[in-house]
């Protein structure tokens, strides 16, 4: 008698679960190893520089008023400011291309220091018959005497001077070629200055049109713009004669339209200027010091706009 435990018949499912184990093991046998992984490093931080924007001053008019320029020039400079591109309309091409042609505050101060009326304004009675009553070649030979380069392109920091064609009513831009008359031509006060020829056209003061240029600014890549508006003068008394009137008319037409085209530019400064007269060469000073006073009071906007505008780089991108 067969004991049940000792009875054992291998069945069907027994063979399949050899056979699939075989399978398996000829499958493994034939598999190449399992490849590790490199060990990937940390990536190590690039090396970047700081790019700061372009800055751009741009310089209005007002006559000898215009002298707070040389004030914010000075702030900007004992803070550090960057000044990349110079742009200048009427007194504001005069300072500028002063300061422009060297690139130096103190020499600029120097020539300002000891300007006087009669290095700008050569009165002349029989003037007025050709369109006012300075003739404005006084102003020519300043320039010629006291600028380092006769030549705008020569300059150190990119300058630019702004005249209106005054058959035409449009603003031309004086970038390149001859400073004096480029400047006297920006400078050319209507119904005070006798309006100037050059190259086949007849020019007057750029603050006709563009008193406060920061369009052209613009185009000349500036990327931050401090502009400076000197604030047109209240007289004590309402101007009578003709030409009086004439020039003060002129000069609130141009700050109304300054008021305008301020709203192009990053930062204004406007420096309190007082009543002091467009012919009055009297009160340097007191000019440089409120143009010192207004810059400093617009230094934060001024930090505020550059930072805004900075940027950083690859270490070994290169500059534009």
Request: aromatic residues 6%; hydrophobic residues 45%; neutral net charge.
């Amino acid at each position: 008698m067969t004991s049940k435990a000792s009875a054992f018949k291998p069945g069907k499912p027994l063979r399949l679960t050899c056979a699939a184990a075989l399978f398996l093991m000829a499958a493994c046998a034939g598999a190449p190893p399992p490849v590790s992984s490199p060990s990937t490093s940390p990536r190590q931080p690039q090396a970047t520089r700081e790019v700061k924007p372009k800055v751009a001053l741009v310089l209005g008019g007002g006559g000898a008023r215009g002298f707070a320029h040389l004030g914010v020039l000075r702030a900007l400079e004992q803070e550090k400011i960057p000044i990349d591109i110079v742009v200048g309309t009427s007194v504001g091409s005069l300072i500028g291309a002063l300061y422009a042609d060297t690139g130096n505050v103190l020499d600029l101060e120097y020539t300002a220091l000891t300007i006087r009326k009669e290095d700008l304004f050569d009165y002349q009675a029989m003037a007025v018959f050709s369109g006012g009553f300075i003739k404005g070649e006084a102003l020519e030979q300043f320039l010629r005497a006291r600028l380092r380069h006769s030549s705008i392109e020569a300059f150190k920091v990119p300058f630019a001077a702004v005249a209106v064609d005054v058959r035409t009513g449009e603003t031309v831009v004086f970038d390149h070629g001859p400073a004096a008359p480029a400047i006297h031509a920006s400078c050319a006060i209507p119904g005070a200055f006798v309006p100037v020829q050059y190259q086949g056209r007849t020019f007057v003061d750029g603050g006709v049109t563009n008193p406060l240029p920061a369009d052209v600014a613009r185009k000349m890549g500036a990327e931050v713009v401090i502009a400076v508006a000197i604030p047109a003068a209240v007289p004590s008394q309402a101007p009578t004669n003709p030409v009086s009137v004439a020039y003060q008319s002129t000069m609130i037409m141009s700050a109304e339209i300054g008021k305008l085209r301020a709203r192009e530019s990053d930062i204004v400064v406007a420096p309190a200027v007082g009543d002091v007269a467009y012919d009055d060469f009297s009160q340097n000073k007191r000019l440089i010091d409120a143009g010192v006073a207004a810059a400093q009071k617009a230094m934060p906007a001024i930090y505020s706009a550059i930072a805004a505008k900075t940027r950083w780089v690859p270490a070994e991108e290169q500059s534009p």
